[in-house]
């Protein structure tokens, strides 16, 4: 028997803070997650309401094409005059010239096109009318794009008003590429409007519902709640809600979804809001998540669009009648609305977010006012403040002072980092402290989709269970990703028209959610050696550059200081004028950096002066380079020439280790002085301080581990994680078990090369393996595999 290398000591009489809805999910609407993806409609642009404004390519007719068949001709058109409703004006009409086979329109749906799928049915609908030939049918077809009918029906357009008609079809072949097909046979004008084809096997068959196969994967993680609809998505936008690119309004995405307005995604895309409020609310209460809408809050960080004080009013009664359509009964004006719209129970809301990774004093000025509405009207309600998209510095301080001081709830935090970063920071909640608000990490990931990325985040994930106390809700960003239109990689769940598969990111978050369990349980690390893998605590060391970040810039007076020995490197004569790479007025090669060369010591300050010339943003100061993936940098005037970071890049990954507001003037010149001292950096600008962080190397803990107990059955569940390159051998220790034998269940994923990806060719490779598991007491020798995810979850 292999000789463990230490215990993990499990009290399971000494319960602490209960998880509560610790692990969850987070909706948004980018990669096309909803339109294309979560919603069910195959039909793309079924309301000819696509529009430059939502992309410079999109028209009314984008994804529509004119079909003429066996001699037949005519004419298609968009038409806003007789519109079928003001919030959808733009509909298609075919002038039909001479019939012969028919003549018409396709779609051609998302992706390769609509999917079909022999023996499934389909939902056909759409708004028509016509000036002539009431009698005469109208084909719907579904097609193969050679012209192959796998479904086919007919139905009479017998009105020269706007009139709803539906039909079913079965397809009779399976068909990823189909196209949706409307012929008229007779002459005269067809006007069409909001056609849509859903299959009928939505997800648990609900009507304007959701792609089953991508639904179900959801489900099955058994999340405690869903935040929604974003992100980004949330705050971008314009502050007229009648504007197509309105800020998110929950109140747009109600009712009948022919008169829901067309939306610009800010991710650059066309969105229907066919997947509104009352779907997120309906989906989150069918698959047992407690549902977390996220408002804006009067204030746009991208664009600096702020709502005045005094016209606060109507986006803070946003947020009380959002609960009160969530919660009020349906005497209450908006619970009624609910009620209309086939729920009279409540939903029963227990979180709202206001923000979302909001920069700037604009947005919590105005968080307040919505915090005292919201609480003075709904004391139990949970409110979510914001602390920008960045794990520190003085925004990320701001955020979490204004949440002190209101009495939030939840700080909403967010960071995406490389996987080094994840390690580095498993003990970043250990010192949160219970009775302030509570965390709600509410976006993170780390760079990537491969099995190490999900070993990383397992590991980090058990330092987020074991600081339940402090940690109250915790969701992987983002979700979904169409494999056709990607904003932003990684992502939880990749899919197409027809085929969906989990990341190993997916199966880790899966298997935290399903294993959860209620209450924390003592758990402890004892015996171990130190780990030979534990990196040394290594000085920056490595090159020196200046750069600047789409702009020209002058530096000057560079110098670099041995802060220990007081020696002073001077760089006179080098070229110090930078610019983006490419030529001047001269047509002489500007360079993009200027190299100071590399430094051995290990505490040493750099000091120049700049000053933009030209361009927009600021500088860029490279140090501790290695090589093109490996280096730290300050980013002075990055992004929207808005921040101060500074970020090291590990991997080709970058992390932003803090960030303070900064914005570069131009014809200014600035001094900057960069202090580095072992892995301690510091950075001020004219003498005055901006930065002060650690950059942390991965100190790999033998295990990572965590514990808890699931009150309905009892159970222990005992999560363990071992990124190392070989096994850990432990003992596992269940004190307070009893004697007697124990028996359960162990999920495992191990076996796999860190690199490994799952793709729609080999969905599950990397995913979790089921087994049995006894044991002859409480007290067992378990070998934890090389780079393994194991849960346990027993019963005596
Ligand atoms: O998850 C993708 C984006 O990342 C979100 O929209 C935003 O909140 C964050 O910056």
């Known amino acids: 028997m292999i000789e463990a290398q230490g215990k993990l000591l499990v009290h399971t009489k000494r319960r602490g803070a209960l998880t509560g809805d610790l692990f969850g999910l987070f909706f948004e609407d980018l990669n096309h997650a909803a339109d294309g993806g979560l ?52 509909y298609a ?14 779609n051609l749906g998302f992706n390769t096109g609509i999917s079909v799928r022999q023996g499934e049915s389909y939902r056909f609908s759409m708004y028509a009318k016509r000036d002539a030939a009431w009698d005469s049918q109208v084909d719907i077809r579904l097609e193969g794009a050679d012209g192959t009918v796998h479904a086919r029906t007919a139905l009479c357009v017998h009105s020269a008003e706007w009139s709803r008609y ?136 991208h664009h600096k669009r702020i709502v005045p004080l005094e016209e606060l009013g109507p986006w803070i009664d946003d947020a009380l009648d959002l609960i009160e359509f969530a919660n009020g009964d349906a005497t209450t004006e908006w619970g009624a609305v609910r009620a209309e719209l086939g729920h009279p129970e409540p939903f029963g809301l227990e979180y709202i977010g206001i923000g979302n990774e909001e920069v700037g004093e604009p947005f919590f000025e105005r968080y307040a006012y919505f915090h005292r509405a919201i609480r003075e009207k709904y004391p139990d309600m949970k409110i979510i403040n914001s602390s920008g998209p960045f794990a520190a510095g003085t925004e990320y301080d701001r955020g979490w002072k204004s949440a002190r001081e209101m009495g939030s709830d939840l700080v909403d935090e967010h960071y995406y980092m490389s996987p080094e970063w994840f390690l580095a920071n498993y003990h970043r909640y250990d010192h949160f402290k219970a009775d302030e608000p509570k965390v709600f990490l509410g976006e993170y990931a780390s760079w990537g989709n491969t099995y190490y990325n999900a070993l990383a985040e397992a590991a980090f994930m058990t330092g987020l269970e074991k600081n339940a106390h402090a940690v109250g809700l915790v969701c992987y960003a983002p979700m979904l990703c169409n494999a056709d239109y990607v904003n932003w990689k990684p992502d939880m769940i990749w899919f197409n028209n027809h085929q969906v598969f989990g990341t190993p990111n997916y199966y880790v978050q899966k298997l935290f959610m399903n294993h959860q369990g209620d209450q924390l349980l003592h758990i402890e690390a004892q015996g171990f050696a130190d780990s030979p893998h534990q990196v040394e605590d290594v000085p920056i060391t490595g090159g020196i550059t200046l750069a600047t970040d789409r702009c020209s810039a002058r530096f000057s007076d560079i110098q670099l200081i041995n802060n220990v020995t007081g020696e002073v490197k001077s760089y006179e004569g080098l070229a110090d004028e930078v610019a983006p790479a490419g030529y001047d007025a001269g047509q002489r090669l500007l360079p993009s950096t ?66 303070s507001l900064f914005t570069v003037e131009p014809d200014t010149e600035y001094l900057l002085e960069l202090e580095v001292s072992g892995r301690s950096i510091r950075a001020s600008i004219d003498g005055m301080p901006i930065h002060e962080t650690v950059d942390q190397l991965p100190m790999i803990e033998p295990l990572y581990y965590s514990s808890t107990v699931e009150h309905a059955t009892g159970d222990i569940i005992v999560k363990v994680v071992n990124v190392r390159e070989e096994s850990v051998t432990a003992e596992v220790e269940l004190e307070g078990m009893g004697p007697g034998p124990v028996a359960g269940e162990v999920f495992e994923m191990s076996g796999c090369l860190p690199t490994d990806e799952n793709s729609f060719d080999a969905p599950t490779r990397v995913s979790p393996k089921e087994r049995a598991f006894q044991a002859g007491s409480g007290c067992f020798t378990y070998s934890f595999p090389r780079q393994s995810i194991t849960v346990m979850r027993l019963r005596a």
Request: net charge neutral.
């Open 93 to 106: 009409v075919i002038q039909v010239l001479e019939e012969g086979g028919g003549v018409g329109l396709l």
């Open 166 to 301: 539906e039909a079913e079809l079965t397809a009779e072949a399976t068909d990823h590429s189909s196209r949706l097909v409307i012929l008229s046979h007779a002459k005269g004008k067809l006007c069409l409007d909001m056609v849509s084809l859903f299959p009928k096997n939505t997800f648990l068959g609900r009507p304007n519902g959701l792609r089953a196969d991508i639904a179900a994967l959801l489900a099955e993680m058994k999340p405690k709640f869903m935040r929604f609809p974003g992100g980004c998505l949330v705050h971008d936008g314009s502050l007229n809600s009648e504007d197509r690119n309105s800020m998110y309004r929950w109140k747009n995405t109600l009712g009948d979804v022919s008169q829901r307005p067309p939306r610009r995604n800010n991710w650059g895309y066309h969105q229907t809001l066919g997947l509104g409020y009352y779907e997120y609310f309906q989906f989150c209460e069918d698959i047992g998540a407690k549902a977390i809408p996220v408002l804006p809050g009067g204030y746009d960080p």
């Open 594 to 659: 200027i190299d100071l060369g590399g430094t051995g010591w290990d505490r040493y300050t750099l000091r120049c002066k700049a000053i933009r010339t030209g361009g927009k943003n600021g500088f860029v100061i490279r140090f501790g380079v290695k090589d093109e993936d490996h280096h730290l940098y300050w980013e002075i005037g990055g992004w929207q020439n808005q921040d101060s970071t500074l970020c090291s890049r590990v991997g080709g990954r970058s992390s932003c280790l803090t960030q």
């Open 39 to 90: 919603y069910a409609e195959l039909v793309r642009n079924r309301s000819f309401e696509f529009d430059p404004i939502d992309r410079h390519d999109y028209h009314a007719l984008t994804s529509w094409e004119k079909v003429e068949r066996g001699g037949g001709s005519g004419v298609l058109a968009v038409e806003d005059s007789h519109p079928l409703h003001s919030r959808n004006t733009h």
